[in-house]
């Protein structure tokens, strides 16, 4: 099936304690992008990737590092979160990324307190 | 940049119409139109490229007006199932690998 898969579901975790949220995708997709979603403000763009070792800052990349070693794998790094990083996370990949739809993972909820 | 959703909410009765407006203050290259329910992941719709464009089936459909700064999804006859948040995504210019969205449109179909 064709799907881009995210881990861990959920995940708290205390302020600055690094974590990795995984995310991989079976579509040999070249494109691949994070987001998060806050009430009332949609999703917002972290970083994104056009393919294996490029990758770019979204709109909101303060806090984060990401990398792309491989095509499928785009983990989501938080070297010391903070409360503020409270959110909803949502890994996605396209075909090539301009002009083409996205699929997304099913999320990952991180609380940090 | 985000594009503008309208209305914010909506609650319909089955089988009335719906139309969710996308309003950018510049040209795009794109609108992407999905539909996220409540504790799930955003599912694509439809993207609509070329200015004057109308696209999707007999209940749910899209338009691109003409100057490529507007789009409109249409829902027809609405069902219980269509209820959920749904978010235009929007690409401005070429060359660019950003896809912003708007801040969604909660859509509440009562039996």
């Known amino acids: 099936e064709a799907q881009v898969t995210q881990n861990p579901r959920y995940l708290i975790t205390v302020t600055g304690k690094k974590l990795t949220v995984t995310c991989s995708q079976n579509?040999?997709?070249?494109?691949m992008s994070w987001y998060r979603q806050d009430p009332g403000l949609g999703l917002r763009q972290i970083y994104y990737?056009?393919?294996?070792?490029?990758?770019d800052k979204g709109d909101v990349p303060e806090g984060y590092k990401v990398s792309r070693k491989e095509k499928r794998n785009f983990p989501l790094i938080l070297e010391s979160p903070s409360p503020n990083q409270t959110s909803l996370y949502f890994c996605?990949?396209?075909?090539?990324?301009?002009?083409?739809?996205?699929?997304f993972g099913s999320g990952t909820r991180l609380t940090v307190v | 940049q985000q594009p503008v959703q309208s209305p914010q909410a909506v609650i319909l009765r089955e089988g009335e119409d719906a139309v969710i407006n996308c309003s950018s203050s510049?040209?795009?290259?794109?609108v992407h139109w999905y539909r996220q329910k409540h504790g799930e992941a955003p599912v694509f719709l439809m993207i609509?490229?070329?200015?004057?464009e109308q696209k999707g089936h007999e209940k749910i459909s899209a338009s691109f007006n003409e100057k490529k700064q507007q789009s409109s999804l249409y829902l027809t006859a609405s069902q219980l199932s269509y209820s959920g948040t749904y978010f235009c995504?929007?690409?401005?210019?070429?060359?660019?690998?950003?896809?912003?969205f708007g801040a969604g449109t909660r859509l509440f179909v009562k039996a």
């Open positions: 995504g929007t690409e401005i210019g070429t060359g660019g690998f950003k896809t912003i």
């Open positions: 609509l490229l070329k200015g004057g």
């Open positions: 990737s056009m393919n294996v070792e490029v990758t």
């Open positions: 579509m040999n997709h070249e494109y």
């Open positions: 510049k040209a795009l290259y794109s």
């Open positions: 996605a990949s396209s075909l090539k990324g301009q002009g083409t739809g996205y699929t």
